[in-house]
């Protein structure tokens, strides 16, 4: 047997090692990229943090990537409409008749928002614009339409309850997307850090007041639903259509020729009352002194004779 190893043992442990070898080597790779990456990997500053929370901030308020709003389930009691009426009438007076819906939106609980009043020639027309609350809508419309001749009628309801969750969410992200960056200022430590953040501040805080307006105005639009009158009239008014023949016609139409027979003999009277009082003063005093003129002289004795 030879004291020299054959070449298939030889070349079993040149493997074996050059398999540590490349363990080894990649052991010690991984190691020092972790403790580079573990070394060169800053702490988050308060800016960085406050650009995060606003990328999620407008993911959460209904960015492109943000998941689809179910339906909103909500009582219909409970729903949040917008109802717009408009109404034309044709009163008997125009202004009688705009004041008396201004004074039934008072009754109602609401109020005038608008009043237009206008009159050339036989025509007249006044358009009033009425806030009422929207439980009172139905009754102040139908009151409206008794004031007159009832020309048109528009109604329209537009539910806005989707509208007023997605706005009233928005809020409450808003609101804490605000509270983290102002807990951010608090702790921010450099100037740079603090202007940034006053700035994300400002952005976030007119944001927020710009949704709690748009809910304000959503809010003012379901609570008091808004009515425009218009009220026209033409030519004088016109007279109603009665009964011509029967007991009580002919009795109407006596009366009116008796009354009207009244009024002209007044109107004579009161002609020639003037002329009485120019001729029958002088008249009166020429009488008078005839009169006494002819009793002087019957007083008088007759004349003795010769």
Same mark, same amino acid.
């Given at each position: ?32 990229? $972790?403790?580079?990456?573990?070394? =060169? ?28 709003? $179910? ?32 004074? $039934? ?48 009628? =528009? ?37 740079? =850090? *603090? ?31 808004? *009515? ?9 008014? =016109? ?59 019957? $007083? ?7």
């Amino acid at each position: 047997m030879s004291g020299r190893p054959s070449p298939r043992r030889v070349a079993g442990a040149l493997c074996i090692g050059l398999m540590f070898v490349v363990a080894g080597c990649g052991g010690s790779g991984d190691e020092t990229g $972790a403790a580079s990456t573990a070394g =060169e990997a800053p702490a988050a500053a308060p800016g960085d943090a406050a650009g995060k929370d606003a990328q999620g901030g407008t993911n959460a308020q209904g960015g492109a990537n943000a998941p689809a709003r $179910a339906p909103v389930e909500v009582p219909p009691d409970q729903r949040s409409i917008i109802y717009t009426g408009h109404i034309t009438v044709e009163p008997d007076d125009v202004n009688q008749a705009a004041d008396a819906a201004i004074a $039934a939106a008072r009754t109602a609980g609401g109020d005038v928002s608008g009043d237009n009043r206008n009159s050339a020639g036989d025509r007249s027309e006044a358009t009033v614009t009425l806030r009422v609350p929207s439980a009172k809508f139905s009754e102040v419309m139908t009151s409206l339409g008794r004031l007159g001749k009832e020309r048109n009628r =528009e109604v329209k309801a537009e539910d806005v309850t989707e509208q007023v969750v997605d706005v009233q969410s928005r809020i409450a992200t808003a609101q804490a997307s605000v509270d983290r960056v102002r807990a951010l200022l608090a702790r921010a430590t450099t100037l740079g =850090e *603090i202007v940034s953040l006053e700035s994300e501040v400002a952005k976030r805080e007119a944001e927020l007041e710009s949704l709690k307006a748009r809910l304000n105005k959503l809010s003012s639009l379901t609570a008091l639903s808004t *009515i425009t009158a218009t009220f026209t009239r033409n030519g004088p008014v =016109e007279e109603d259509e009665t009964d011509t023949t029967g007991f009580l016609a002919g009795l109407k139409g006596g009366w009116d020729s008796f009354t009207g027979s009244l009024n002209v003999l007044l109107m004579v009277l009161g002609a020639l009352l003037p002329w009485f009082l120019a001729l029958g003063v002088p008249v009166f005093a020429l009488v008078a002194f005839l009169r006494r003129t002819a009793r002087n002289q019957r $007083a008088q004795p007759a004349p003795d004779e010769a």
